[in-house]
Structure formats: structure tokens, C-alpha cells
């Protein structure tokens, strides 16, 4: 269906999902991750994640072709340790590599009380709320942290340091979508920087400086300078954190190696990333239930006086997508179709 009005056209899930499949088969994948991508990318589009949605396609397809990626990565679950799975993605895309990690994360949360999921050298252009809501879908808390290439200063500075560096969090509700944030710690994310850019449109003010150092809304000149952090020395500290814990902790790239790595060629990032999962049963005890009713008041308090929850709005998104099916901006789903005449 095409809506006039918006420029839009309308599918359904499963007909989003077989596009993004043929088009990632068509840049040389194999199923499985052909499969795992789509996934990820129509759920971003069914919630209206402008900046990781279908749009993503796009990225993977120009990431396939550096020759970077490896497309027929298989991802190797190694022996469990204590409380650490690791996933070696083998170079390839990372949903794949987080599939394959994920029942041996979940069991091994629920036997310990708290796991960790070490993935080591994927290929990661996606959000990740996704990874979050299949934790919370097993009644677990979730964490999750990733870096991304050297675009952003840290507070202070004007040299890229830090990747935009995502940071995930999830609290499972009973009979409710789980409570989730997942952001940046740049001021905005680099998706939304390269939306502005195909879109000709100014950035917000304090997401970038030039090559200068000066303040900058220009795509360009702050892509060839550097984005900043959000909240200035706190984004910075955050981000660093990221750099850490999901990089040097886990033995992996930092943002500073994976855009070395990258030397130019435009792909994507390729680091590691670090996901915990904690169960409440085994932190609050018997008395689970009783807590958890608390979370139920502390989120009332927050929308009681009007303020929303984070992910209020991609829920909403969802079932508007859901009702009358999932937008598409015509120009878009062009440039995508065009991927499969190439
Ligand atoms: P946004 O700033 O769009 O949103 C951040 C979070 O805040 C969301 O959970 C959002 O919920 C919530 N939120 C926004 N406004 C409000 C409000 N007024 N009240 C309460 N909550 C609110 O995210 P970013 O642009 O920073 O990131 C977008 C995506 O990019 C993320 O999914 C992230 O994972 C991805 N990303 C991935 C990277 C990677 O390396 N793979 C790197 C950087 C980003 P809601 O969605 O409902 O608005
Ligand atoms: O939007 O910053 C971003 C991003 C980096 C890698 C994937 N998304």
C-alpha cells in the first residue's frame, strides 16, 4: 500500500522480512545471517528506529562489499567459564554470533544468579534493544554495552577517541513490555548523523565540532572532525567505561582499533560486545515478587505525573505498525531495490 501523504509504502512483517533477506542473501550471505539481519533491521523499522531500521540494509550491503566481513562466518560457542560465555563471531555480523550465544547465557544466568555474554570480533551495525527484550523475555535483567568506530572527542577534546558506544538496559514486567533504554553516548548516534546528512539537514546543536575544533551542524565537516558526547564529561566517562568493559576487559578492539582496522574503506565497526544478564529471583530471594511490585510503583511514579518511560514510544510504533503495517519511505525502499539489480 502507498500512502500519498507521507510518501510511504506499508508491509507487512513477513513481506519486510523476505526484502531484507534476499537482499542480504544477495550481497553474498549465508542463511542463517541473512535471517538473524532481517530480523533485526524490520523489527528496528516496525518500531520506528529511524536511524537502525530497514535503513540498515544499506549499511550492511556497503559493509559486505569492503571485503572486511566475513559472510559465511559460522559463530563458535566456546566452553562455558564460571560465569562468562563467549561467542567468537568470527568476523561476521553479530545477531548471528548473539543467537548462538543466547540459551547458553540464559542458562547459565539462571544457575549463577548473573552471566555474562562475551562476543569477540563481530561486525555490529544494529541497536540493541533487541538483544535486550530476548533477555527480558526470560524473565532476566539486562545490560549490554558495545563500542563502535573513533568518531567522537571526548569531553574537553576534539580528537575521536570513543565510538558512539550504545549503552542497553532491561527490567522484565510481569504481564508488560519490559522497561527499556538503549542510547548513544555520543550526542547522537552516527545513523542519525548520516540521516541528516542523505537529508541535507542541519545537526542539532553540540552533537559535533570541524576539523577545527569549532562547534559545526554540518554533517560533513563534523564527520571529517569529530561528534561529542552527551552531557559532556559524563557521556565521556560512560563511553569510556564502554571502551573497557566491552572492548579491553573481553580482550577485544577498542573504537580506536576497529577504525584502524576499518583504514577508510567505510564499513562497519568490528570490536567485541559485552551483555549481562542478572535473575531477580537469585539477587531478591523469595520475596521476588514482593520487589518487583516496588519496580511496578517506582514506574508509576514516573508516568503518573506525565513523564513517559523510555521505549513508550517504539511500543506505540509497534502497534501502529502491527494495526496497518510497517511504513517505508518510497525513496528508501528504492535505493533498497536498486541493491538487488547490482
Ligand atoms: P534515542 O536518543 O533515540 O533514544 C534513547 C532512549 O531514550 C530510547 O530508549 C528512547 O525511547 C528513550 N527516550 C527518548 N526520549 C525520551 C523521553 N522524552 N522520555 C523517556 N525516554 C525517552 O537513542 P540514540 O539515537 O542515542 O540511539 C538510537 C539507537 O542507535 C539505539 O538503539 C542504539 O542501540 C543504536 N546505536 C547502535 C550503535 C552500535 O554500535 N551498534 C552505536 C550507537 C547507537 P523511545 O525509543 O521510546 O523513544
Ligand atoms: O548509529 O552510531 C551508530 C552506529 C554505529 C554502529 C551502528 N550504529
Known sequence: MHDSATDSLY????ELLQLAQRVARHVGLGEDHARAIAQVVVSGQRDACGSHGIYRILSCASAARTGLVNLQAQPQLQPVQGAVVRVDAQRGFSPLAFETGLPALVETTKRLGLGALVINQCVHFTALWPEVEAITAHGLAALIMTPSHAWVAPAGGSKPVFGTNPIAFGWPRPGEVPYVFDFATSAIARGDLELHRRAGTPLPDGAGVDENGAPSTD?????????????????????????????????????????AFDAG?????????????????????DDWPLHQQRAEELFASITNQGARLPSERRYAARRDSERRGIAVPRGLHEEIMALLER
Not at 11 to 14: H, Q, R
Not at 269 to 279: K, N, S
Open 11 to 14: 508491509f507487512s512483517f513477513d
Open 219 to 259: 554533517p560533513l565537516a563534523v564527520a571529517r572532525g569529530a561528534m561529542l558526547t552527551f552531557g559532556g564529561h559524563k557521556g565521556s566517562a560512560l563511553s569510556t567505561m564502554v571502551e573497557l568493559m566491552a572492548g579491553i576487559l573481553i580482550g577485544d578492539w577498542t573504537s580506536q582499533d576497529s577504525i
Open 265 to 285: 574503506r567505510g564499513g562497519q565497526p568490528c570490536h567485541g560486545e559485552l551483555i549481562l544478564a542478572f535473575d531477580p529471583e537469585r539477587f531478591a530471594g
